[in-house]
């Protein structure tokens, strides 16, 4: 498990998406990408339509057995204050969301060197204490907590691996296509190189952008929702851009799966109007 980049909360360690891939690829491809499997769903607070081929159920067990695999290779924290702290504000943006469907736990995980937290499908959530310097006080770790929750109630995984295997299907279809057209074989891999690049450039890394930007604001309105002033969203990402900063890392916006801090801040600050006026302090 690496550490995630300053610039970036993603919405699970790289080993565990890596699983859920490969089991909802299994699972999909086992089903034979059924018409039952379709779903034309609805995020809330966006209204964005989505197409995802995976049942709310299916994803759900994805995720519990991704959470349970990271608990038992992780040191959960046995900090009192610390995980009350993770707890108290974990249920009051789990309440916000109104899915009493979700199973909401909230752990925290002993990783100085992890500067991350995620949710997973069905309301799995871990914190890192890597992050809580940088989010520094309740509100700035809603705006964390917020965000991550928000990536599980609008099924962005689902919805990602669903994207996923279509792009595979068409560079499968590429690929075929390429092999009888006659071509030598150095032209036909040149050719399946640059379907390659032009989806992961043209649609993948934007689409995850825009599902990033789109947890931003549902994470903004459940934070409003629970009490917590949301400015504290554009203020921990300033403090985000600042310590990014100085460990000197930086991938430009187009080949990156997040906004670059300065697009995040300048959206979060466009979206603050909405959200604010729902916020009431407790």
């Known amino acids: 498990m690496t550490p995630c980049q300053l610039s970036a909360v993603p919405a699970a360690p790289r080993p565990v998406r890596r699983r859920l891939r490969s089991l909802a690829a299994a699972l999909l491809l086992g089903a034979g990408l059924g018409p039952m499997l379709v779903s034309c769903e609805t995020v809330p607070i966006s209204g964005r339509s989505q197409l995802i081929l995976m049942s709310p159920g299916d994803e759900a ?11 038992k290779k992780e040191r959960v924290s046995t900090d009192p204050e610390k995980t009350a702290l993770v707890a108290r504000v974990g249920a009051r943006i789990a309440a916000a969301t109104g899915r009493t469907d979700f199973q909401w736990e909230f752990r925290l995980i002993d990783n100085d060197r992890m500067v991350n937290a995620f949710c997973l499908p069905g309301g799995k959530v871990a914190v890192y204490t890597g992050i809580l310097p940088i989010t520094r006080d309740e509100a700035g770790l809603a705006a964390v907590i917020g965000h991550e929750i928000a990536h599980a109630t609008a099924r962005h995984g689902a919805e990602r691996m669903s994207q996923g295997l279509l792009v595979q299907a068409g560079l499968a279809a590429g690929a075929i296509a390429a092999g009888t057209s006659g071509r030598d074989a150095g ?39 629970a009490g917590y002033d949301p400015r504290a969203a554009r203020d921990l990402w300033v403090r985000m851009g600042e310590a990014s900063a100085k460990l000197g890392r930086s991938t430009p916006e187009w080949m990156s799966t997040h906004p670059a801090n300065a697009s995040r801040i300048r959206d979060i600050e466009a979206m603050l109007p909405e959200a604010l006026a729902i916020y009431k302090p407790r």
Do not use: K, W
Not at 61 to 71: E, F, K, S, V
């Open 61 to 71: 067990r994805l995720g519990l057995q991704a959470y349970q695999d990271i608990l």
């Open 187 to 225: 032209t036909t891999q040149a050719m399946l190189a640059a379907l390659g690049a032009g989806a992961t450039l043209g649609v993948i890394l934007p689409f995850s952008r825009l599902q990033e930007t789109e947890a931003d604001r549902l994470g903004l309105t459940y934070m409003a929702r």
